[in-house]
C-alpha cells in the first residue's frame, strides 16, 4: 500500500488574488459515467490481482523481465553469440588498401571472418560488418584524436559486405577465394590404414562446389561394394558450381569504344572456359588416382573372388558335369563366331547411323548460324529505325544505343534458333515502335530467367 510522505518545507503563500471557496455552494448533482478497463495502470492493478502481488514483488517482476528482454535483444544482435567477431586488431597492411582495387581485397580478411570463410552465415557477416563500420567510419576517425577523416578502408568494408551478402557475388568470390586448399597428397604414398582418414577430408572440402546436395561420403574401409562404387559415380559425373567471373578484366578506364568492350568480354569468356576446364581436369585426375590406388577396391575383388570360388567348388561337390563331344563343341565354337559376327555388323550399322546423324548436326547448326545472323540484323534494323526506342525528334545518346544493341547481342546468345526466329518474325510484323519493344521485353523476360541481365529492355 502506498504511504504518506512529510516533505520537509513549507508552501508558498497564495496569491492575492485567490479567495477561498464559499462554503454556502452547492455540490453539483452526481453524474454516471461508464469507465472502461484500460492503460498501464489498469494492466498492472490487474497482473497483481492475478498473480496475487505486492507492489513491490510486481515491480521486480517487471524490472527482470525488462532485463530478459534487453539480453534476448542483445543476444539477436550477435554481441554474445559471437564474440570478439570483427573486433580483432586489423593488420596495417589491410588498412592501407586502396579502395578502387577492391577486386584484389579479402573479404573475408576485410570483415574479420577469414577462421570462417565460406562457412560464414548471414548472421555472422551482418555482425561483423555492423562491428567493423562501428570502429571505422569516417566521421568517428574525423572526431578522434587523429582528426582525420579518411574513407578508404570504410569503402573497403562496403564493397565486403555488399559482395558477401549477395548470394551470386558471394559464389564467384569463394570460386577464386585465396584461401583455397587444393593440395592432395599422392595416393600410392598413404597407407591403407590412413586412406579413408586422409581422402575423406579432401573430398568433403570439393564438395562444397557441388550444385547436388548432399554429397555422398568417403566411408570407411568396411564400405560395401554398392557405397563405394555409388561414390565414385557420383563424382565421375560432379556438377560443380564453381565460376570464374570475379578474375573478369575491365575494359580500359575512359573508354567507350564498343568494340573494345566487346573483345573483352570476348576474352573474359574464353579464360573462364579455360579455367573451368582446368578444374575439371583437376578434379577428374585427382578422383582417378583416389580410385586407381583404393585399397577397398582390392578388398571387394578379393571377396568377389572367393565368392566365385566358393560357389564353384559347391557347384563341383554336388556332381560332375558331362564333357562336351567334338560335334558339340565345334557347334558352340560355330555359335559364337556367328554372334560376334552379328555383334560387329550391328556396331559398324549403328557407327554408320551416327555418322550420317552427326553431320546432318552439323549442317543444321550451320544454317542455324547463317540464319541467326540474319535474324539478328533484321531485329537490329528495326531497334535502328524506332530511333532506339527514343521520343521522336531527339537523338538517343551513345551510352543507350551501346546498352541497346548489347542486350540484343546477349538476347540472341541466349534464345534458342525457334525463338530467335519466332522473335525476328514478331518484331518484323509489329514494326517500328511500341509494338516492336514489347515483343522484345517479352523475349527478355525469358531469358533472363537463363541467367541474362537486361536494363533497356527490362
Known amino acids: 500500500m502506498a504511504s504518506v510522505v512529510t516533505l520537509p518545507f513549507q508552501l508558498t503563500a497564495p496569491p492575492a488574488e485567490w479567495s477561498k471557496p464559499s462554503t454556502q455552494g452547492k455540490i453539483s448533482a452526481p453524474v454516471q459515467r461508464t469507465l472502461y478497463p484500460a492503460g498501464p495502470a489498469y494492466i498492472a492493478a490487474a497482473r497483481r490481482q492475478l498473480l496475487n502481488r505486492t507492489f513491490e514483488q510486481d515491480d521486480e517482476a517487471t524490472h527482470e523481465h525488462r532485463k530478459a528482454q534487453a539480453d534476448k535483444a542483445k543476444k539477436e544482435q550477435g554481441e554474445e553469440l559471437y564474440p570478439g567477431l570483427g573486433e580483432e586488431q586489423e593488420d596495417p597492411a ?59 578502408f570504410f569503402k573497403c568494408i562496403q564493397k565486403a559486405f555488399e559482395t558477401l551478402l549477395n548470394p551470386e557475388t558471394r559464389r564467384q568470390f569463394d570460386s577464386v577465394d585465396p584461401a583455397i586448399e587444393d593440395h592432395v597428397p599422392n595416393a600410392k604414398s598413404v597407407s591403407a590404414e590412413e586412406y579413408c582418414s586422409v581422402f575423406g577430408p579432401i573430398f568433403a572440402r570439393e564438395a562444397r562446389f557441388s550444385k547436388k546436395q548432399p554429397v555422398p561420403s568417403f566411408g570407411d574401409m568396411n564400405a560395401s561394394k554398392q557405397e563405394v562404387e555409388s561414390f565414385y559415380d557420383f563424382w565421375y559425373n560432379f556438377d560443380s558450381w564453381r565460376s570464374f567471373e570475379a578474375l573478369d578484366k575491365e575494359v580500359n578506364e575512359g573508354s567507350d569504344s564498343r568494340d573494345e568492350k566487346r573483345y573483352q568480354e570476348k576474352k573474359n569468356k574464353a579464360e573462364r572456359a579455360r579455367l573451368k576446364k582446368e578444374d575439371n581436369t583437376r578434379l577428374r585426375e585427382m578422383v582417378d588416382m583416389v580410385l586407381a590406388n583404393d585399397p577397398r577396391i582390392k578388398r571387394i575383388k578379393a571377396e568377389e573372388k572367393a565368392a566365385r570360388e566358393a560357389k564353384k567348388k559347391g557347384g563341383a561337390a554336388g556332381g560332375k558335369t558331362k564333357p562336351l563331344t567334338l560335334a558339340q563343341k565345334k557347334a558352340e565354337e560355330a555359335k559364337k563366331a556367328e554372334e560376334a559376327k552379328k555383334a560387329a555388323e550391328e556396331a559398324k550399322a549403328k557407327e554408320a547411323e551416327e555418322k550420317v546423324q552427326r553431320e546432318a548436326a552439323k549442317k543444321a547448326r550451320d544454317a542455324a548460324k547463317k540464319n541467326l545472323k540474319k535474324w539478328k540484323k533484321s531485329v537490329t534494323n528495326v531497334v535502328s529505325e524506332s530511333n532506339y526506342f527514343q521520343p521522336e525528334g531527339t537523338t538517343p545518346s551513345a551510352a543507350t544505343v551501346e546498352k541497346q544493341l548489347t542486350e540484343l547481342d546477349t538476347l540472341f546468345e541466349l534464345l534458342e534458333v525457334d525463338e530467335s526466329k519466332e522473335l525476328k518474325e514478331v518484331v518484323e510484323k509489329a514494326g517500328k515502335g511500341d509494338a516492336a519493344r514489347d515483343a522484345i521485353k517479352a523475349k527478355a523476360s525469358v531469358a533472363a530467367g537463363r541467367g541474362g541481365k537486361f536494363e533497356e529492355f527490362a
Open 94 to 152: 589491410l588498412l592501407r588498401r586502396d579502395a578502387k582495387e577492391w577486386k584484389k581485397q579479402d573479404h573475408y580478411a576485410v570483415l574479420g571472418l577469414h577462421q570462417y570463410r565460406y562457412t560464414a552465415t548471414e548472421d555472422q557477416i551482418r555482425v561483423a560488418h555492423r562491428r567493423k563500420v562501428l570502429r571505422h567510419h569516417p566521421d568517428k576517425k574525423a572526431s578522434g584524436s587523429s582528426g582525420t577523416n579518411d574513407d578508404n
